[in-house]
C-alpha cells in the first residue's frame, strides 16, 4: 500500500505475540495481493488487464471491496468513483511517475472516456465481475481501511479484546486502553509536521473511539504546482480535474473503516456544502477543516460527528 501499519494491543494472558504479529503482516498482506495498484501481479492489476467482454471471478475480499465501492459511487451520483484510475494515473498521483505539468484537455477527455462506474457488472451468485474493456479500477481509497477492518477482525478472532490499529493514518478501536480509558485519536491540523501528531499545535481536534473507526482525507501533502496553481490529488471524477473548493481535510467516524475510508474521498469531491447535506441525510460522522480567506483554518461538522468528538 505504500505505507506502513501499527497496532497498539493489549495481549491475552500466554498469547504469543510474535503469532500476533505474524497474523497481522499475513491479513495486510492479503489485501495488498488481491488489491493494490501497485503490485502488477495483484488480482485487481490483473482485472485492469482482462481482455473486453470477460467476466472475472473474484477473490472474496477484493469483491467485498469493489461491491461496496460500486455501491457508494451510485449513492454519490458519481462523486466517488472506483475506475477513477485513468485520471489519477494522468494526473501523477497513481503508481506512474507524477508529471511536471498538468495534461492538456484532450488527454483529460480521453481518461474520461474511460471512467465509470456503471461500466462494471457485478455477478453476485458467482462473485464476479465484468470487465466491459479498458476499465481501470484504483481501490486505494477503500483497500487500506478495509486492511484496518481485516486486522480488527484478526484480533478479534485471537481474543484480543483492546486494540488500536492503524495503516497509513486510518485507525479502528476497540475496548479501552490499559488504564481503561478510551483510545483517544489526533485529527492533524492541516499543514502539520509529518509523523506523530503529539503537539497540541499539530491537532485539531481529538475524537475518542469506542468500537468505530476514523479516515482522514486531505490534500495538504498529495499536490503538485503547475503555472503558480496548486492540484490536489483528489480528482473529480465527473469532470476530470482536481477539486478546487476550500476543503484542506475531511475525518469520517464510522463502524467500521471500509466505510469510513472512501467516504472521506466522496466528501472532498462534493465539498462543503453538497458533502454536509449529504451527510446529514445518510447521518454520517463527518468533519470538514476548510480553508479561509484570513488562513485559519475553518471547522464544519454534522451532528453525528459533534455527538462523538471530544471537547
Not at 495486510?28 to 470477460?54: H, I, K, W
Not at 488527454?107 to 465481475?129: F, H, M, P, Q, T
Not at 478479534?156 to 476497540?174: I, M, N, P, T
Not at 466505510?259 to 449529504?278: F, R, S
Request: a negative charge; aromatic letters at 10%; proline letters at 7%.
Amino acid at each position: 500500500m505504500g505505507t506502513t501499519w501499527s497496532v497498539n494491543a493489549v495481549l491475552p494472558d500466554g498469547a504469543d505475540g510474535r503469532a500476533i504479529e505474524r497474523g497481522i503482516q499475513s491479513e495486510v498482506d492479503r489485501v495488498v495481493a488481491q488489491m493494490s495498484t501497485y503490485e502488477p501481479d495483484s488480482d485487481l492489476s490483473r482485472f485492469n488487464r482482462a481482455p473486453a467482454g470477460t467476466w472475472q471471478t473474484l477473490p472474496p475480499e477484493f469483491f467485498t471491496v469493489l461491491r461496496y465501492a460500486l455501491s457508494l459511487a451510485k449513492a454519490s451520483n458519481g462523486a466517488y468513483d472506483p475506475t477513477v484510475g485513468p485520471l489519477v494515473n494522468l494526473w501523477g498521483f497513481g503508481p506512474d511517475k507524477r508529471p511536471h505539468d498538468a495534461p492538456d484537455a484532450a488527454a483529460i477527455a480521453a481518461a474520461r472516456a474511460r471512467v465509470g462506474w456503471s461500466k462494471i457488472e457485478l455477478d453476485e451468485a458467482n462473485r464476479r465481475a465484468f470487465q466491459p474493456g479498458g476499465v481501470y479500477v484504483d481501490l486505494s481509497s477503500v483497500a487500506k481501511g478495509f486492511g484496518v477492518d481485516q486486522v480488527a477482525r484478526f484480533l478479534d478472532r485471537s481474543e484480543v479484546r483492546d486494540y488500536l490499529v492503524e495503516v497509513g493514518g486510518e485507525l479502528r478501536a476497540h475496548g479501552r486502553k490499559p488504564d481503561g480509558t478510551p483510545w483517544h485519536v489526533g485529527i492533524e491540523r492541516p499543514g502539520a509536521a509529518a509523523g506523530a501528531v503529539d503537539s497540541p499545535d499539530e491537532v485539531q481536534r481529538i475524537v475518542s473511539l469506542t468500537g468505530k473507526a476514523i479516515a482522514t482525507s486531505g490534500d495538504y501533502r498529495h499536490f503538485f504546482e503547475s503555472g503558480g496553481t496548486f492540484f490536489s490529488h483528489h480528482i473529480d471524477p465527473r469532470t476530470g480535474y482536481p477539486v478546487a473548493h476550500r476543503v484542506a481535510s475531511v475525518s469520517i467516524v464510522a463502524d467500521d473503516c471500509m466505510h469510513a475510508d472512501p467516504l472521506g474521498t466522496a466528501m472532498t469531491v462534493l465539498g462543503p456544502e453538497e458533502g454536509m447535506a449529504y451527510a446529514k441525510r445518510h447521518g454520517i460522522a463527518v468533519l470538514f477543516i476548510l480553508y479561509g480567506e484570513d488562513g485559519r483554518f475553518e471547522e464544519r461538522m454534522s451532528p453525528a460527528f459533534r455527538d462523538v468528538s471530544k471537547p
